[in-house]
C-alpha cells in the first residue's frame, strides 16, 4: 500500500455521545484487504455477541477497498450489521457514489456506533462530522422527497453520496433498505431498520480527494487494459442494453423463474414483464455508477394520467432490474408492466427491500387463498396479479396496522410460524428467496451462503450451465465453497460482482502491483478463505445451526431445469459442505493460537 | 486552430464520471482532486447530468478576472494558466458562469482544463469530444 493511501482510515461516529474520531488501522487492512474482509473483523470488534441487532449496541459498518476510485467498476461498498430479519450475519452491497465519496472523503471505513436520542442525519465532509437535526424529515412518507431535501441542503454536488431510510426503516420493518443516491440500496437484510433503531435518517459523505499510486505509469497501462477489457465484453453490452431484467425471458423458458410464489417455475405472462418489453415501451434512462462505464442501471418512465384534470400526467422514474421484477412480477402473477412498476415505486418509495417484500406478498397471497389467514388479518383481498390490492398490503406492511402486519413485516419465517404455511414461506436463514429456481447449487447456495443470497455464490449459474448433466455431490459443493471464497476477494477490493469475467485472479493481481501491494493469486485465496471462515464463525457465534436449516417445502414440489429437487441430495450436500468447513474452522483456529 | 472538449449530446450522459477519474490519472493519481471536468446529476439521476468543462470561451472572462496575468487568453479562445504568478484569490473560479473551474484544495489554485482530450478517450457513451475551437464573433464592438 502506498504510505499516504488513506485507506486505513477508519471513522468511528458514535451517535449516542454526538462525537467521531479516527483510527489508523493499517495492519487489519493490509491482512483483509479492504471491504467484506475488514468488515467482518470490525463487526466482530464492534458487536458483542447476542448482541439485539435493533439495540445501540449493534454497529453499521460500512467499507470500501483498495480499488475504489483507482480501477473501473470498483463501485460498491459493504455494509456489515447484525441483521434484524435473520438475526445474524447482515451483509448488503450497494453502488451509486457511496463508494467513491467514502474513499475520496479519506476513509476505508465507516463505523456507526450507538443511537441518538432525537432524529439525526450525519454529514461527512472530508475530514468534518456534523450531526444534523433530523426531527422534521422523520415520517416524512417518500425517501425520494428525502434525498431532494438533502440535495438541496448539503454541499459537495457530484461529489457525494446520500444514504437514507423510509418510512419502513423508521418503523423497523425488519427488510426495510437503505436508498442509495437514488435507485441504489443496501437492500437486504434489512439495515435500514438498523438505521431506524438509531434514528439515523440518512448518512451524507463527501468525498473530493484522489489516491496516490506506488508506480503512476504502471497503474496507467493496467487501468487501460481493464478499461478495454470492460468495453469489449459481452457482459457489459448485455448489461447495458437490456440490463439484469434481460433474464426474464431466459429463466422462464428455461423454467427456472418463481412464478406466483413458486407454484410454478413458469410465469405465462412473462413477456409482459420481460427486460424487452420494459425497454420497449418503459425505458426512459440508462445511469452509472460513479466509476463504472456498464450504466445497468434501468429507469422506467411511468405515466399515469391525474383523475380529476384532463391531459394532466403524473412522471414517475422508476428503477427495475431482474430480482424486483421476480419477486414483485412473477412472484404476484403481475400480468401487467404497468402495475408491476407501480408496486416497485412504492417499495422505493417506502424504502423496501425488493425482494423480501415481493416474496412476503406471496406467501401471504397463497395463505389467503388456503385459508390460513382471512381478510380480518390481511385487510384486502390479496389476489395474484391484483396490484392496487398490493400496493395497500404494501402501506400495511410498513404502518403496522394490526397484529398479521407486524408478523409480516418480521418476515415470512417469521409470519409462517405465528399463521402456519411454513412448506410454503419461501426464506433461508430467515431471508426472503432470491429469484432463481434453477436447480440444486442455487438452492444450497441460499441455504449456505454467508449471506444466505444468490450472490454469495452464484448457484444458479453453476446449475445452467450443468442443466442436462448429472452433477455429484462433490462437485457442487467445491464450486459453491470455491465460488464463494474468491468473491470475498472480489468484495473485499469493493468490486462490482457484474466485473467478475474481466477481474480474474491473474488480473487482480497484476492491478495490485501499480498499487504498491505484493499479493500473489494464492496469498488472495488464502484470505478469501480466512474472511469466508470468520463469516461462517460469526454465523455460528450467533447461532446459526447447520442442523437447523430449513429448505422450504414448496422447492421440492415444483420442478426445475434439473428435474423435481432431491431432499437427500440436498441432505447430503449439506453434511459434505458443513464437514469440510468444520475441518477448515479447526485448522484456522489452531493456526491463529500458534 | 486550437482545440476544446465540447459536450456532443448531455442526454447520453450516463453519470458514470469515467471523464473526471481520467482527469486526475493524467498526474498518476485515483480520485477526482485534479479534475478540470465535472459531472452531477441535475437535480436527481432520474432527470439527467450535466457536465462541466472549459469552453474556451473566444474572450474568458476569468482571464479578465485575473489580477495577477496567471490566466491569460489563449490564441484562437480558451485560457494558459502560469501557476507560478497565481496568489489563489479565486476570482476567475467566481467570474465563470459554468463554474468551470476547479479548485484545488490541495495547492489553493484553480484547475484548469490544458484541452488536451485525455477524458475524451474514456467516454463509452459520446458525450464529449474534442474539436476545433470555431472562431466566434462576439466581441462587443
Known sequence: MHPRDPLPRVLYIDLSSKKYWVEERKELFEEYIGGTGVAINLLREEVPRGADPLGPENAIVLTVGPFNALYPMASKTVAMFKSPLTGNLGESHAGGRSAIAIRLAGYGAIVIKGASNIPVWVSVHGSKVYFRDAR?????????????????????????????????????????????????????????????????KALVVVGKGSVPVADKAGYRRVYDDLYK????????????????????????????????????????????????????????????????????IHLAVLREPYEHEPYFYKTTFVSYDYEPIYACGAMLGMSSAEGLLKVLDAVETYGLDAMSTGVALAWMTEAYERGLVTEKETIVKPAWGDYASYLKAIECIVEQPNEFYAALAKGVEHASKVYGGAEFALAYGGNEMPGYHTGPAAHLGYALGARHSHLDSAGYSYDQRTVGKKVSVEEVVAYLLEEERWRQVLTSLVLCLFARGVYTPQAVVEAFKPLGWEL????????????????????????????????????????????ALDPAFMEQAVKLYRSRVEEDLKSLEAAQRE | ???????????????????????????????????????????????????????????PPCAASCPTDALKPRKGGGIVFDPAKCVGCGNCVRACPYGALMWDEESSKPIVCTYCGYCVNYCPYGVIKLEEVKEVVARAP
Open chain 1, 136 to 200: 422534521a424529515l422523520w415520517g416524512v412518507r417518500s425517501t425520494h422527497t428525502v434525498g431532494r431535501v438533502l440535495r438541496e441542503v448539503e454541499g459537495g454536488h457530484g461529489f457525494r453520496t446520500i444514504m437514507r431510510i423510509g418510512r419502513a426503516g423508521e418503523k423497523l420493518v425488519r427488510y426495510a433498505c437503505v436508498v442509495v443516491d437514488t435507485f441504489r440500496h443496501f437492500g437486504r437484510l434489512g439495515l435500514g431498520a438498523v438505521f431506524g433503531s438509531k434514528k439515523l
Open chain 1, 229 to 296: 477489457r470492460i468495453i469489449g465484453t459481452p457482459a457489459t453490452k448485455k448489461y447495458h442494453e437490456l440490463g439484469t431484467a434481460e433474464n426474464v425471458l431466459p429463466l422462464n423458458e428455461l423454467g427456472a423463474l418463481p412464478t406466483m410464489n413458486l407454484k410454478a417455475s413458469r410465469f405465462e405472462r412473462a413477456e409482459e414483464i420481460s427486460g424487452e418489453r420494459l425497454a420497449e415501451r418503459y425505458l426512459g434512462r440508462r445511469v452509472s455508477c460513479a466509476h463504472c462505464p456498464v450504466a445497468c
Open chain 1, 520 to 563: 500473489s493469486e494464492n496469498d488472495l485465496r488464502e484470505i478469501g478463505k480466512r474472511i469466508h471462515l470468520l463469516k461462517l464463525k460469526y454465523k455460528l457465534d450467533e447461532g446459526f445451526s447447520f442442523d437447523q436449516l430449513r429448505f422450504p417445502k414448496r422447492i421440492f414440489e415444483t420442478p426445475s431445469p434439473h428435474g
Open chain 2, 1 to 59: 486552430m486550437v482545440k476544446r472538449v465540447s459536450v456532443v449530446d448531455v442526454d447520453l450522459c450516463v453519470g458514470c464520471m469515467m471523464c473526471v477519474f481520467a482527469c486526475t490519472r493524467r498526474f498518476g493519481e485515483g480520485g477526482v482532486s485534479k479534475s478540470a471536468i465535472r459531472v452531477a446529476s441535475i437535480g436527481g439521476i432520474e432527470r439527467g447530468f450535466t457536465v462541466i468543462v472549459c469552453r474556451a470561451c473566444p474572450d
